[in-house]
């Protein structure tokens, strides 16, 4: 009954970042609305999933729509916080394989009530190359407290969400997670990689920027 409330916790607790968005989305830095979205989506999923659970018991339909919608908004995200400037052509290469990806996989050799796990992993390591390249760019230029920097914070759970994200589609497409003992013990890291990250986020949340205030303050 403990794990089962745990459990609970651990996926609504997206909802703590969510709320704190709502009061602070006003009067904050644009370069973030990107963040405020993907925070929005993430909760309105988690409760989309709910009902889907409840009465088709699956959620693998507005799952697999939420991670294209998720890879698309955190490329918006980097691209507000500048790291395309010297390569657009990027952020539209990627976001183009992305959708291609997707669609490939979803319609053509799976469905789109299955795990589109391929995809997954697809899309989790160039964000996670991203978000280490925006950490080290964060790393050499700014001079205050990272520890307040909300693209810092927002960027470290990122490598840490993402980076367990894709050992764990590994794992299903590689068919390791066959022993239930094992799939289990994955499914309750993930649990708390997924309420780790939902914290940060609501810290970095705290954190962002007011209107006319540079991501890396001069």
Request: hydrophobic letters at 55%; glycine letters at 2%.
């Amino acid at each position: 009954m403990h794990f089962d409330l745990f459990s609970e916790i651990a996926t609504y607790s997206i909802l703590i970042a969510a709320i704190i968005a709502l009061f602070k989305f006003k009067g904050s830095a644009s370069s973030f609305l990107p963040f405020f979205v993907f925070i929005w989506v993430g909760a309105a999923n988690e409760i989309v999933t709910y009902f889907t659970i409840t009465y088709l018991r699956s959620n693998m339909v507005n799952n697999n729509i939420y991670v294209l919608t998720e890879s698309l908004l955190l490329l918006w995200l980097f691209y507000c916080w500048q790291l395309f400037n010297r390569t657009k052509w990027l952020m539209w290469a990627l976001g183009a394989s992305f959708i291609l990806f997707w669609l490939g996989e979803v319609f053509v050799f799976s469905q789109i009530t299955r795990v589109a796990a391929y995809f997954r992993v697809f899309y989790s390591f160039p964000i996670v190359l991203l978000s280490i390249s925006m950490i080290n760019r964060l790393l050499t230029q700014e001079r205050g407290n990272l520890l307040k920097n909300a693209a810092f914070i927002i960027c470290v759970a990122f490598v840490i969400y993402f980076t367990f994200k894709i050992l764990v589609e590994i794992f299903y497409i590689y068919g390791m997670m066959h022993s239930k003992a094992f799939r289990t013990s994955v499914f309750d890291i993930m649990r708390y990689i997924n309420l780790l990250c939902n914290l940060i986020y609501a810290v970095a949340v705290l954190w962002i920027p007011r209107k006319k205030s540079s991501l890396m303050p001069s």
